[in-house]
């Protein structure tokens, strides 16, 4: 099935450094990522989704020039925290879309990322 | 707009009685899909069900089972003699038929004591 692989699984950085997040379809092409965010005992809020070769279209009150997406190829997405902030600290998800051999969309997940920032 | 409500924020039931996760979802589109999801201690989703829109047949996996009601926008949950291992945080979902992105609901936390 549809593998999606997102490393670092844990993050420790110091406040104020960048933090690079990956997100690879194994055996797939993911021509669209989602990336979640999820603070503690809260639900997964999206934050962005991009597609392959384009920019990434961002939610509401997500500012892009904090959370930078690249999605320049069909296999890997990142999500890069600049200037990384305690209040950043989080776990970040990342997801695609895959079409089933019924047609119908489905989604997979990466297994996120935890990010402290000390 | 989309929204999806999961009114339980915990639950906690004994080891072998049975509970239902309550799911009710708000939207304009005809053609949209519904996902249960688990979330063990560990973080990872784990992909449990889709169903379109257009399929109202409630369907059964083992001890779990799903009920799908369009009269009611909602799409509950049910697993039967809960397990200790059952015990996560559920979330339902919501997606527009294009394969848009998914809407989650604020999610239920499971505790199943032995």
């Known amino acids: 099935g549809a593998v999606v692989s997102q490393h670092p699984s844990r993050v420790i950085c110091k406040s104020g450094t960048s933090v690079k997040i990956e997100c690879r379809s194994l055996d797939f092409q993911a021509t669209t990522m989602f990336w979640y965010r999820q603070f503690p005992k809260q639900s997964l809020m999206l934050m962005a989704t991009?597609?392959?070769?384009?920019?990434?279209?961002?939610e509401q009150g997500v500012e892009k020039d904090k959370f930078l997406i690249n999605h320049a190829s069909l296999t890997l997405s990142t999500l890069t925290v600049t200037s990384a902030h305690p209040e950043d600290s989080s776990f970040y998800i990342c997801s695609a879309r895959v079409r089933s051999d019924r047609g119908p969309y489905g989604y997979t997940f990466g297994s996120g990322t935890r990010l402290t920032v000390v | 707009a989309q929204k999806v409500t999961q009114a339980q924020t915990e639950i906690s039931v004994v080891e072998k009685e049975d509970v239902t996760l309550d799911c009710v979802y708000e939207?304009?589109?005809?053609?949209?899909?519904l996902f249960w999801y688990k979330q063990p201690p560990s973080g990872e989703l784990v992909f449990l069900i889709r169903?379109?829109?257009?399929?109202?047949q409630n369907e059964i996996s083992g001890r779990y089972s799903w009920n799908f009601q369009k009269s009611t926008s909602s799409f509950n949950f049910t697993i039967t003699a809960s397990q200790v291992v059952d015990s996560a945080v559920y979330f339902c979902a919501l997606s527009e038929a294009g394969g848009g992105k998914l809407i989650f609901g604020q999610g239920t936390e499971l505790s199943v004591k032995p």
């Open positions: 169903r379109n829109s257009f399929d109202e």
């Open positions: 991009s597609n392959e070769g384009s920019k990434a279209t961002y």
């Open positions: 939207t304009r589109d005809t053609t949209y899909y």
